[in-house]
């Protein structure tokens, strides 16, 4: 990966200039969007495929906020823009939840050239995409992402679905939007912890790709956390232009594209075990990153230091840094058990991505005994 470059440029009015990263996947290609004021600006959706219809799809939270300024911007392109209100939180990335949106679409008679689009966090990204590959065997979407964790991370790539009481995104497909929207000015209305939580996929961009963008995430994370819009953009910038890079090489998470799940095993097994909405996802990856770091670590592909400076960093932004209990009686079971139920495993095979080097990082199996201690050992720091 290139070296981090510098901010973006700021107009004469002191807002960042808009700027384009590409996603390059042949005739599936499209461009991300960065900056302020685009979701509400009609010109932003200028060029997108021709329809007698639109569906938004967003949440009860975001609704109030942005929901009119989506549907104006919209009204010249459309005859007919329609909305549906999905329940906020993790706990509703479901089928029943999954099924509103094909309700909607059926009850106001859409068809396969209607187009739709995901005003809202993750989940509303992640389900509107799902619902998209699978109306009519497919129809166009967009994503407009309203938290700094969707703008850097799931708008970004073609990964859809909803989760399963067994595992988390474990019903799902890869299907490219045609256009994302990162709106900073949306990241404003984010509770500290949201912000926060967004924080968590961003770092993970440096230690598997660019160490010079870690170096400035340490020296900015204050600023991060306060919402600075200089700073927002550069990170927002930085972690798309990496992630394209990832995702044109390898779409469909056949080998590189799994190092983008660092800190996820981990992650994920929080998620399920703790019930999903009890900590955010990015909160989550947070505690994941350093229990993959400790495991690298132990595995002797990185020092000690490296580990603490990662830590630190992440404890920094506001996240949590111990493993949380997921039983009483025998947690690292219960840990191994809920990895096992993870995308990467392979013949019931836990299969980590691991840092192999400060910038580098490989996805490879651990022994379970060596994964025990690295459970107990970060169950210890609370």
Not at 135 to 152: E, I, K, N, S
Request: charge should be neutral; glycine fraction near 10%; hydrophobic fraction near 45%.
């Amino acid at each position: 990966m290139s070296a981090s470059p510098a901010c973006l440029p700021t107009s004469p009015s002191g807002r960042v200039t808009p700027a384009t990263v590409p996603i390059s996947l042949g005739e599936r290609s499209y461009p991300i969007r960065i900056g302020q004021g685009l979701l509400a600006d009609p010109q932003t959706y200028a060029g997108l495929p021709r329809a007698a219809a639109a569906l938004i799809v967003t949440n009860a939270t975001v609704a109030p906020l942005y929901e009119a300024g989506l549907r104006q911007a919209l009204a010249p392109h459309y005859a007919k823009v329609h909305t549906v209100v999905l329940p906020d939180g993790e706990a509703y990335k479901d089928w029943p939840t999954l099924n509103r949106i094909f309700d909607a679409l059926l009850e106001q008679g859409c068809d396969r050239k209607t187009v739709l689009f995901a005003l809202g966090g993750g989940v509303v990204g992640d389900m509107t995409g799902f619902a998209a590959a699978c109306y009519m065997r497919g129809v166009p979407f967009v994503q407009v992402p309203t938290t700094l964790l969707a703008q850097v991370d799931s708008s970004v790539g073609g990964k859809t679905a909803i989760n399963h009481p067994l595992g988390k995104n474990m019903v799902g497909a890869f299907y490219q939007p045609r256009l994302v929207v990162c709106d900073l000015d949306s990241i404003a209305t984010l509770p500290p912890r949201e912000l926060s939580a967004g924080l968590a996929e961003i770092i993970k961009y440096g230690p598997i790709a660019d160490m010079a963008f870690l170096d400035w995430i340490e020296a900015n994370v204050e600023a991060l956390r306060a919402g600075d819009a200089q700073a927002l953009a550069h990170a927002v910038r930085r972690s798309c232009e990496i992630k394209a890079a990832v995702v044109g090489a390898d779409e469909r998470e056949g080998g590189l594209r799994a190092i983008l799940n660092f800190g996820h095993t981990f992650g994920h097994a929080i998620e399920s075990g703790l019930g999903y909405g009890a900590w955010l996802h990015g909160e989550g990856v947070g505690c994941g990153m350093v229990m993959a770091a400790t495991l690298s670590q132990r595995l002797g592909l990185v020092d000690a230091a490296f580990v603490a400076r990662l830590a630190a960093i992440i404890a920094r932004a506001g996240l949590p840094v111990a493993a949380p209990p997921l039983d009483a009686a025998d947690n690292a079971g219960r840990w191994l058990q809920l990895m096992r139920v993870d995308k990467k495993a392979e013949g019931g095979e836990i299969r980590f991505v691991l840092i192999d080097g400060p910038g580098r990082a490989t996805v490879r199996a651990a022994p379970d005994a060596l994964v025990r201690e690295v459970i107990a050992a970060c169950s210890a720091r609370a």
